[in-house]
């Protein structure tokens, strides 16, 4: 019976500039190794482990395309859908590719009161990144033409006491001044 | 306040019963210890709205529509004994915030309010939550008639919506499977559907995707909708979210009558309601029966009527004239058989009765091989791949029936000597009340071939009838009433839902017309009157009639049979996630 | 001890501090290695612990006052004894590390800078309720803060601190991270346990599913924040009588407060519960407001607790009286703050002032319910939305009068009335800052905006032809 496309979107990527600075999925001994060890910390119950496998692939991809989704739901058997419930509820997993540096700008009240809406702008200036399309839940990321930078906001990134903060990738940068931006891209564009 | 004596008090008297003495608007009375609260007020006739709430499912608390409001009994200062009224009962003392009374369980002086302004503040509240982003599309909805967002519109919601945002978009008309389709926008994500899925057809391929007020239903493309229950998802949607492919837009349901009945694709007699209108089925619904079905059907069951299309009935009794087939006359039918087998010697004639007759035409099968002398009987047996919920090995609906009105467990085996007996020569003759016998192993048109005389009965036209000497048209299940016993030994009633065409008899008919033609005159025209006949003759059946069964049925034999779906749902019941 | 301790320059504790949880944050030749805190005695409660008989640990957690850290303030050794005595299943332990509630930060600076303390606390507490297998539930916006932890329970299970027969007792223990992925949702405790357990994390039911009988895979599970957990490595070592000599009677031991927003010296300290009041964490360590501006009004407790005006006077019950309490004097501890209609909550002190607009303040914490509302209870997710979509307008200048009446009756409508405390936590500031700014609220508005959207009108149209 032929799918509803509607359906197929639920797994397919729009197309990021961001891909081609990561590798398409395919499993490797080596990170089935990690995933195998991740699965281990739960003995009780291996459908705890969609997480951290999710987590394991993404940060070797970029992103959880609908091939991992098939993968991981094999591996630990379970229902695809069960694994799309939780790549599509929370907004730490992507779909599509986000840039090399992804950078994430807490929107929060004491951050936004310390100007992360303007460090946002100034970021989106720098990186030549239009924000005018994004909406917090559809498409709470942009990613620029280059596919070097990408921009989301995040809701609260816990350190209100110096905000305006941000993420880039595993980095956390505090105080960044929109007058800071340009030096938070140079020193990840060298 | 009067001291009553501590033996004397309800709460004693109730707690000797395994009840709770509770309060529901107003007025005391006992139920079990662990009812749940939305059903104790379903016994006191005080109906609770509610979407997410299903008895034969996990409650996940999540439509907040069942919020009433909750009291007991303030705890006693310290040394303090508790105080009772002169009806024994402690004062309630009622907690401000609402509570969902689908998950809260009943306790010992509990009062509980089902009216009054703050439970009907929630409902009116939650309501007016569960239209904001609904589309105002009912005019066009296939749910109308049948939705509770309506209903409880009616009841408790608001004329006007404050709304004046952009609603939500989401997908609409999707194809979630080969039988249902979905529209999200109308959903209010009570997961009824995702838990059916999840805990009774274990299949979960239902699911939310993204959050929040974004939250949609769907299944993952690689695993859709497909399961033979899928169809149960759309009779529990309180919405018009899930609807069926196969019946959406072909008729509102007001206008559509409903027939209490029962399924006889299997041995389980599944409970079923027929919908129709004129003499045109339009869909077939399980009917709850906690000791048959729960509240569920497999889909094949449910849309097996559509095999009965009118161009592949038999639709008037035929007599092989040289190879072709002729129109007879029932009259003529009947004595031309009547002569055909008179001059035969009835020990080379046989009868093959099915086990898909009611009780009254096997009694009148019986009846016929009793006056025709025909000591050589068989049945059909049916064997199916059961599939561990509600459909059963056995693909007869009345085995038990056919065991009982004949008093043989045996008639099963009795059938390859039939065949024996035609390839040798020995059987001449053969009577075959409702079996397409060529879809046997071994028994096709060339065995068949070998008989004097083929006489056989018929719903759609099939090879044996194309066999036949005499082919005669019998009615359908939808079309027949009767009694018929399931695989739990239970007594069941076969409604008809419509009528059969003008020249097609039912068996009951069939049979009486034929014994009337053999001169046996005392048959009653009616299956309910030949009913009084067999609770005389067979002793379980002893002080049952029509009048006195109810749509549910009467367990009538101990058989220890169990239904593999409802053992599953006993142990659903004893982890604690139903009540 | 602590006078031996010297800190970072410009770090220094002010001198109203009480540094047990955070005694070993800014501090000089400092780091997160397990030798470091051997040091100082680390892991030193634990041995004390292994000695007690489990009921005993609980016992002395109970004896010392100590209420959870998170947010609800419930005592921790209480929520212990919740596991049913006669439990045969396993029990798990689960450190709730998804700090998440804005305006906290508090167990970051916990974990990036003495892991050990946690990983302490979480041994003796597992010990004290039978539990063989813990996790830490890490948010994902802390990366680091999970490959510390990663690395110091290796180094503890390397000292036999974890693993089999710890310290030759007949008590064995795992630890393990669990990564969540952004969703403020997972600090609620059932909420957090389904993620745990790989699902979309929504919320359980009260009753039945309390997760001291009911939680971790339906096993008995205890959940607690990770200032709690540190709380107990302190409770053993100075003993629970000790320990509740610190802060007031019902509010027993030290808090970390954590001060953002408008004010000269953002930052976190840690005091004696109830101690300090409103005008010394403003004033003396806040060192008063920004050059020029004047403060206006605080969050206490998070973003969810219900803002206070610097101007309130609080008509409050202590003791047998009925008092008058200025917001300056309000001492920040669980109890006076719930007196004042709001609470303490996680910690989290927001401050605002004069040049803050209360629209655009309101906006901000209703777009943050908004995108964190899990979507599985009807008033939750319909409400918060709708709370921020009117919002919006109040924030574009498209809302009148009307509107904010409206929004305020929607807050209502979710208060109470949900699965968890979600709902109150998108509610509260709604109606507090509704009940006590409506006059600059309505000031944003104009009786001539009267906003529909175009599908809204089109019905209208419809329905009126």
């Known amino acids: 019976m032929d799918k509803s496309p509607t359906l197929d979107q639920q797994v397919n990527h729009p197309v990021s500039a961001g891909e081609k600075h990561f590798a398409p999925f395919a499993m490797t001994p080596e990170l089935e190794a990690r995933i195998d060890e991740a699965i281990s910390h739960y003995p009780d119950q291996i459908r705890s482990s969609v997480l951290p496998i999710l987590h394991l692939i993404q940060h070797q991809f970029g992103f959880i395309s609908a091939q991992a989704i098939t993968w991981i739901s094999e591996k630990i058997e379970i229902e695809p859908m069960r694994i799309l419930e939780v790549v599509s509820f929370y907004p730490g997993f992507h779909q599509s590719a986000p840039g090399k540096f992804h950078i994430r700008v807490c929107r929060t009240l004491s951050c936004a009161m310390a100007g992360s809406e303007n460090l946002m702008a100034e970021l ?51 105080a960044v001044s929109p007058a800071k931006a340009q030096d938070l891209i140079s020193q990840y564009s060298k | 306040m009067n001291k009553l004596s501590t033996t004397s008090l309800p709460k004693d008297i109730a707690a000797e019963k395994g009840l ?65 009224d002169e009806q024994g009962y402690q004062e309630i003392s009622w907690n401000p915030r609402p509570i969902i009374s689908c998950a809260n369980t009943v306790a010992e002086n509990m009062g509980i309010k089902t009216q009054g302004e703050l439970v009907e503040g929630c409902r009116k509240d939650v309501m007016e939550f569960l239209l904001i982003n609904h589309p105002l599309d009912c005019p066009i909805c296939d749910q109308a008639g049948e939705c509770t967002l309506q209903e409880y519109s009616v009841e408790h919601g608001n004329a006007q919506s404050r709304f004046k945002e952009t609603k939500i978009k989401k997908p609409k008309n999707v194809r979630i499977g080969e039988r249902v389709r979905l529209d999200d926008e109308r959903c209010v994500l009570c997961s009824r559907c995702i838990r059916f899925m999840d805990e009774v057809a274990d299949d979960p391929v239902l699911g939310f995707a993204e959050r929040g007020t974004h939250s949609k239903l769907t299944v993952h493309p690689d695993k859709l909708l497909n399961h033979n229950y899928s169809l149960n998802t759309v009779d529990i949607c309180p919405v018009g979210a899930l609807t069926s492919t196969d019946f959406r837009f072909q008729m509102r349901v007001w206008f559509l009558k409903q027939t209490p009945t029962i399924d006889t694709n299997c041995g389980h007699g599944i409970n079923t309601t027929v919908w129709t209108r004129g003499n045109d089925i339009y869909r077939v619904t399980p009917r709850q029966n906690n000791a048959v079905n729960s509240c569920w059907m497999p889909d094949n069951y449910r849309l097996s009527f ?49 086990a898909s007759l009611t009780n009254e035409e096997l009694y009148l099968a019986k009846i016929l091989a009793e006056k025709l002398d025909i000591k050589i009987l068989a049945s059909v047996e049916h064997k199916q791949e059961e599939d561990n919920l509600l459909i059963s090995s056995d693909a007869n609906p009345n085995t038990l029936g056919l065991q009982l009105i004949f008093k043989l467990k045996t008639l099963y085996k009795k059938l390859g000597s039939i065949k ?6 020995a059987i001449k003759n053969l009577i075959v009340l409702g079996e397409d016998l060529t879809t046997i192993r071994g028994w096709d048109a060339e065995l068949l071939g070998h008989l004097d005389c083929l006489i056989s009965t018929h719903s759609l036209a099939n090879s044996t009838a194309q066999a036949s000497d005499y082919s005669l048209p019998v009615a359908t299940a939808f079309e027949n009433e009767g009694t018929m016993i399931n695989l739990s030994g239970r007594l069941q009633k076969l409604n008809s839902a419509i009528q059969a065409p003008t020249n097609v008899k039912t068996h009951f008919q069939l049979l009486t017309s034929w014994l009337h033609s053999l001169e046996v005159n005392h048959l009653p025209t009616k299956p309910e009157a030949l009913f009084i006949e067999l609770s005389e003759t067979y002793k379980a059946l002893n002080g049952i009639t029509y009048a006195t069964l109810s749509d549910l049925g009467e367990p009538i034999i101990e058989t220890n049979y169990q239904v593999p779906l409802l053992a599953k749902e006993e142990q659903r019941r004893k982890q604690g996630i139903i009540a | 001890m602590m006078a031996d301790i010297t800190y970072l320059e410009g770090k220094e504790p002010h001198a109203l501090e009480k540094r047990l949880i955070f005694k070993n944050v800014d501090r000089k030749d400092w780091d997160t290695s397990i030798d470091t805190y051997l040091n100082v005695g680390g892991y030193n409660s634990l041995k004390k612990a292994i000695k007690l008989k489990p009921q005993e640990v609980t016992g002395q957690v109970k004896a010392s006052g100590l209420r959870g850290r998170g947010g609800a303030g419930f005592p921790t050794g209480l929520k212990w004894s919740f596991i049913p005595p006669d439990n045969e299943k396993p029990v798990y332990l689960i450190c709730n590390c998804d700090e998440s509630e804005p305006g906290t930060f508090k167990d970051r600076y916990i974990v990036h800078q003495d892991p050990h303390q946690l990983i302490e606390g979480m ?44 310290l030759g007792a007949d008590f064995d223990l795992e630890i393990y991270i669990h990564r969540g992925a952004g969703a403020y949702i997972c600090g609620e405790e059932t909420g957090l346990i389904e993620s745990l357990e790989g699902k979309r994390p929504y919320p359980r039911i009260k009753p039945p599913y309390f997760p001291a009988a009911l939680g971790l895979y339906m096993c008995p599970t205890i959940v607690n924040n990770v200032e709690s957990l540190c709380h107990v490595t302190h409770i053993l070592s100075m003993g629970s009588e000790e320990y509740a000599k610190l802060g007031t009677p019902r509010n027993t031991g030290t808090r970390i407060l954590c001060l953002s927003g408008d004010v000269r010296n953002p930052g976190y300290v840690e005091v004696e519960v109830g101690k300090i009041t409103m005008r010394q964490l403003l004033y003396d360590i806040g060192g008063g407001p920004l050059k020029g501006r004047a403060f206006k009004a605080v969050i206490p407790g998070g973003s969810s607790s219900k803002i206070l005006k610097c101007d309130e006077v609080f ?12 917001f300056w004097d309000i001492p920040l501890d669980f109890d006076t703050l719930a007196a004042c209609g709001s609470m303490a909550g996680s910690g989290g002190v927001i401050v605002l002032d004069n040049t803050r607009k209360m629209s655009w303040v309101l906006n901000n914490i209703n777009h943050f319910y908004a995108h964190e509302s899990c979507g599985q209870c009807t008033p939750c997710r319909e409400g918060s939305m709708w709370m921020k979509k009117i919002s919006d307008r109040i924030v574009e200048g498209k809302a009148n009068a009307e509107d ?28 507090a800052i509704i009940a006590k700014f409506k006059d600059e609220l309505i000031a944003d508005t104009s009786e001539d905006n009267t906003y529909i959207s175009k599908e809204k009108e089109l019905q209208q149209q419809f329905f009126q032809t």
């Open chain 1, 124 to 174: 989106s200036k720098i990186t030549g990144i239009d924000r005018s399309a994004c909406d917090s839940h559809h498409q709470p990321v942009a990613v620029s033409d280059c596919g070097t930078w990408s921009l989301e906001f995040a809701e609260c990134l816990a350190s209100c006491g110096t905000g305006p903060v941000c993420l880039v990738n595993d980095d956390f940068h505090e």
């Open chain 2, 20 to 84: 709770v003495n509770i309060q529901i608007d107003g007025i005391w009375m006992q139920v079990p210890k662990g009812t749940r609260i939305i059903e104790a007020c379903n016994l006191a006739k005080a109906q609770v709205p509610h979407y997410c709430y299903h008895e034969k499912l996990s409650s996940p608390g999540n439509c907040r529509m069942c919020l009433v409001q909750m009291g007991m009994p303030p705890r006693p200062a310290p040394g303090a004994e508790p105080t009772y």
């Open chain 2, 306 to 354: 559509k095999k009965f299309k009118e161009e592949l009935r038999l639709l008037e009794p035929s007599h092989k004239v040289t190879e072709a087939h002729q129109p007879i006359h029932w009259t003529k039918a009947f004595a031309s058989i009547n002569e055909q087998l008179g001059s035969a010697n009835s020990e080379n004639t046989a009868l093959i009765v099915s």
């Open chain 2, 420 to 425: 024996t007996g035609i390839k040798s020569g």
């Open chain 3, 123 to 166: 041994i003796i507490t597992a010990y004290a309720i039978g539990c063989k297998l813990a996790y830490i539930y890490v948010r994902e916006e802390f990366p680091q803060a999970a490959q510390i932890l990663e690395q110091a329970i290796k180094e503890a299970k390397s000292k036999n601190f974890l693993g089999t027969n710890i």
């Open chain 3, 315 to 326: 008509s409050i019950t202590q003791g047998d009286q009925k008092v008058d309490l200025d």
């Open chain 3, 404 to 431: 904010i009446k409206t929004l305020e009756e929607v807050a209502y409508q979710i208060d109470g009335r949900t699965i968890c405390a979600f709902g109150e936590a998108s509610a509260w500031p709604v109606e």
